[in-house]
């Protein structure tokens, strides 16, 4: 079964940068569709990224476009967020999931394996 690990969170001002990894173990991510969510204190788990398995397609949120990147390397069976120009309410514990659909979906319940999540805290 695969493990999925994310890393890479921590506090930081608003403005700044930060880069998620998400670390596969347990047997390969590299023909599944990759995600990144988040979920903060009080709210709903949201859509934030997602890349297909070649790394050619991605969608994004809204809030985030132009802000937000994400990527992977299936020779490192990894998965990446790059988030630049962090705000306040981008604060959340956010959380990589892969699926085993083709199309681009920010559905979390087609996901079927989840990290157990990093915490990002950006302060105004």
């Known amino acids: 079964q695969v493990q999925l690990v994310e890393s890479g969170g921590g506090f930081l001002q608003a403005g700044g940068s930060l880069r998620l990894s998400c670390a596969a173990s347990?047997?390969?991510?590299?023909?599944?569709?990759m995600g990144w969510f988040r979920q903060a204190p009080g709210k709903e788990r949201e859509f934030v990224a997602t890349?297909?398995?070649?790394?050619?397609?991605?969608l994004y949120r809204d809030s985030v476009k132009g802000r937000f990147t994400i990527s992977r390397d299936n020779a490192e069976n990894t998965v990446y967020l790059q988030m630049n120009s962090l705000k306040p309410e981008d604060t959340a514990v956010y959380y990589c999931?892969?699926?085993?659909?083709?199309?681009?979906?920010?559905?979390?319940?087609?996901?079927?394996?989840w990290g157990q999540g990093t915490q990002v805290t950006v302060s105004s």
């Open positions: 999931a892969a699926s085993r659909k083709v199309l681009l979906i920010p559905r979390p319940s087609e996901y079927f394996v």
């Open positions: 890349i297909n398995w070649s790394g050619v397609s991605t």
């Open positions: 347990g047997g390969t991510v590299n023909r599944y569709l």
